[in-house]
């Protein structure tokens, strides 16, 4: 079965710092990979999808992630973060074969100093 | 929001008590889902439907069941509430079967058992 690792449980970084938040998966087939967001108090939103194609996707606020399949990675990016950032953001894979169900990881905790 | 409405969005209940959340949508998704998400756990999957009366077992389905008699409702059940489900639950519907999909979540229900 599949599962997404994500290794930083609280990131706290000042105003226009750079972000990566880092995401594994474990699946040796072909995977779809997505990053949400969670403001506090409200649901998830969706950042980001990788479903084929160029690695390098483009979302929205900003947001970028990279697929590298050697490493098994989907990490989040953004190059000057904002006090508006503050979030959970949590990464999530589905396969191809079981496309209905997505597994999410534990998510990562991104506070941003003013 | 993808017209996705949970109800009720807040609920205290006794252990032994048997509680059922719904979960209604305007968009006419097949699929549906209901997730709980917990402190360090992200998002796990209880249930999910891929149509009327066809539903399917997640992760954590153990204490829980489901029941789809329309497209546009998805209910959870729990038979009899513990401790441990106290928990925030989220609905989720997906906007295709297909491999180019999103998942779209709904507001919630935060639900405490004493």
């Known amino acids: 079965a599949q599962s997404v690792s994500q290794h930083n449980h609280h990131v706290i970084l000042s105003e226009a710092a750079s972000l990566e938040l880092g995401c594994n998966y474990s699946y040796g087939g072909t995977v779809n990979l997505f990053w949400y967001v969670q403001y506090p108090g409200q649901h998830l939103q969706l950042l980001l999808k990788y479903f084929s194609g160029d690695p390098l996707v483009k979302g929205i606020k900003g947001f970028e992630a990279e697929f590298i399949k050697s490493k098994f990675s989907f990490n989040l990016r953004k190059p000057s973060v904002q006090w508006s950032d503050t979030a959970e953001y949590f990464c999530a894979v589905s396969t191809y074969s079981s496309a209905s169900k997505i597994i999410f990881g534990s998510g990562t905790r991104l506070s941003i100093r003013p | 929001d993808a017209g996705i409405t949970q109800s009720p969005r807040h609920k205290v209940t006794e252990t032994g008590t048997p509680v059922t959340l719904r979960c209604h949508q305007t968009?006419?998704?097949?699929?549906m889902y209901w997730y709980r998400q917990d402190p360090g756990h992200g998002l796990r999957l209880i249930h999910y439907?891929?149509?009327?009366?066809?539903?399917d077992k997640g992760e954590v389905s153990d204490g829980y069941s489901v029941s789809r008699s329309k497209t546009e409702d998805f209910l959870l059940t729990l038979e009899s509430a513990t401790s441990s489900q106290t928990s925030v639950y989220f609905c989720?519907?997906?906007?295709?079967?297909?491999?180019?999909?999103?998942?779209?979540f709904g507001p919630g229900t935060r639900l405490t058992v004493t």
């Open positions: 968009e006419n998704h097949r699929y």
């Open positions: 989720a519907i997906s906007t295709s079967s297909g491999p180019d999909y999103e998942q779209y």
């Open positions: 439907s891929y149509g009327v009366k066809d539903t």
